[in-house]
């Protein structure tokens, strides 16, 4: 029998125990999938006196060295969160010989480009299918299965906070103070939130995919971000009514023509889409390419135990490289840096919330302000009473983003415009080209 593949475990946390208690549950499964026993021997933590579970008979140790100077320890599984010391110790790990898993999207989608290039340096495998989606595959399959393709989209539901809550707003009809509050007392988000709600958390898994997908090195700098902080009720009861649902996305999308466009924000999307039935906390990632079509992947995408398990499947096929002595060093390339679009030339429809003086000749003004912009107008009602106010809403054609921005300035000057509530982006394809 092959001698045992020997593990060190930075974190003992949520996904950490996770790791633990899934690796000794499957030892027999992955024993058979390797050809050779996998066991953690050493876990970094901070207070190494804590009674933690899953952790008799392993090394509890408060210094990396540790695991690093450990010439038995061949992977180390980085599961610390956040950009310092992680990234030092991963490559610390990389420079002492050692394969290196992770979760980390942070540190992933700030300093990719430093962690594969040292993972090629040292000729060691550096794999993080846990970084975007928790139990979901994406990773491989983009870095893998797919590679026969031209992706040209990426779309999906990278965050369960933020579904949960907005999935919650539309059954209840709650606000978002209150679902943001129901979240944290679930334990869905944290006592600071604004990682997920202010779209921070999506924007660094959509700068990974993106990455990936278009082989171009996306930053977290590069992604234009909103978060759900400013949805109302009102705006989920007006995206019922019209035939939409509204969802935090996370799009990338490729063409030659305008770049590589990058975003994070919430969109009225079509309840006819695959992706607008993906409730609570489960993601999803909707994938477009020119080989395969339109697939979509679909799961929990957090959590300790879903995470655990993409976290295994990285260590699983370290571990068969070991064996085979056949480790590849990453399985992916960035093969050059494409021009990005800039997010005032991306384009969609909107939809745009106003509240107006009730009078005759509103309804025209605004249209006209619209026009005047080149925006053009699908549909514009006049809802409902608030006070002495009227609302309106609209919902545009397709259109530049600088178009409506330049639309909202013109309608916050009109004496007639008390207030404009909510612009919201519709997730809809183009019929015709947008100047």
């Given at each position: 029998m092959e001698k045992p593949i020997k593990i060190g475990l930075l974190g003992a946390g949520t996904v950490g125990s996770g790791v633990l208690q899934v690796l000794q549950e499957n030892a027999k499964e992955v024993f058979l999938k390797v050809g050779a026993p996998v066991e953690i021997k050493s876990v970094l933590v901070r207070?190494?006196?804590?009674?933690?579970?899953?952790?008799?008979g392993l090394i509890v140790t408060d210094k990396i060295e540790d695991i690093l100077e450990?010439?038995?320890?061949?992977?180390?599984?980085?599961?610390?969160?956040?950009?310092?010391?992680?990234?030092?110790?991963?490559?610390?790990?990389?420079?002492?010989?050692?394969?290196?898993v992770t979760a980390n999207k942070?540190?992933?989608?700030?300093?990719?480009?430093?962690?594969?290039?040292?993972?090629?340096?040292?000729?060691?495998?550096?794999?993080?299918?846990?970084?975007?989606?928790?139990?979901?595959?994406?990773?491989?399959?983009?870095?893998?299965?797919?590679?026969?393709?031209?992706?040209?989209?990426?779309?999906?539901?990278?965050?369960?906070?933020?579904?949960?809550?907005?999935?919650?707003?539309?059954?209840?009809?709650?606000?978002?103070?209150?679902?943001?509050?129901?979240?944290?007392?679930?334990?869905?988000?944290?006592?600071?939130?604004?990682?997920?709600?202010?779209?921070?958390?999506a924007?660094?898994?959509?700068?990974?995919?993106?990455?990936?997908?278009?082989?171009?090195?996306?930053?977290?700098?590069?992604?234009?971000v909103e978060g759900i902080t400013q949805i109302t009720p009102e705006d989920i009861d007006y995206a019922r009514q019209l035939g939409y649902v509204i969802k935090l996305l996370a799009i990338a999308k490729d063409s030659p023509e305008k770049g590589v466009d990058v975003r994070v924000h919430p969109a009225f999307l079509p309840k006819e889409h695959p992706l607008a039935s993906v409730s609570d906390v489960f993601n999803a990632i909707f994938v477009k390419g020119n080989a395969i079509g339109e697939a979509m992947f679909y799961g929990r995408g957090a959590g300790s135990r879903p995470t655990a398990s993409a976290v295994i499947s990285d260590i699983v096929s370290l571990a068969r490289g070991i064996v085979s002595g056949e480790v590849r060093e990453i399985a992916f390339q960035v093969f050059g840096q494409k021009q990005f679009c800039p997010i005032e030339e991306t384009v969609s429809a909107y939809y745009v919330r106003l509240l107006v003086a009730d009078m005759p000749g509103v309804l025209g003004a605004i249209a006209n302000a619209f026009g005047?912009?080149?925006?053009?107008?699908?549909?514009?009602?006049?809802?409902?009473?608030?006070?002495?106010?009227?609302?309106?809403?609209?919902?545009?054609?397709?259109?530049?983003?600088?178009r409506i921005e330049r639309a909202k300035r013109v309608l916050s000057s009109l004496p007639v415009v008390t207030k404009i509530s909510s612009v919201i982006r519709v997730e809809t394809p183009p019929t015709s080209e947008v100047e």
């Open positions: 207070d190494a006196k804590k009674a933690r579970p899953y952790m008799d450990d010439a038995e320890i061949k992977i180390v599984v980085e599961l610390m969160g956040g950009l310092h010391p992680a990234r030092e110790y991963m490559l610390a790990a990389m420079e002492a010989g050692k394969h290196v942070d540190v992933i989608a700030q300093f990719g480009a430093d962690m594969f290039d040292q993972a090629k340096k040292q000729n060691v495998g550096f794999l993080f299918e846990a970084s975007v989606g928790g139990g979901i595959p994406i990773i491989r399959p983009i870095m893998e299965s797919l590679t026969a393709n031209r992706i040209t989209e990426v779309m999906g539901i990278v965050n369960g906070t933020t579904n949960y809550m907005l999935t919650k707003m539309t059954e209840l009809g709650e606000s978002y103070e209150s679902v943001l509050k129901e979240a944290q007392e679930k334990g869905y988000a944290e006592a600071n939130p604004a990682a997920d709600v202010e779209g921070l958390d924007a660094r898994k959509a700068a990974i995919l993106a990455s990936l997908a278009f082989n171009t090195r996306v930053t977290l700098q590069s992604v234009a005047d912009e080149g925006v053009s107008l699908n549909s514009v009602i006049q809802t409902r009473k608030v006070g002495e106010l009227a609302e309106i809403v609209a919902i545009t054609h397709h259109v530049k983003h600088r």
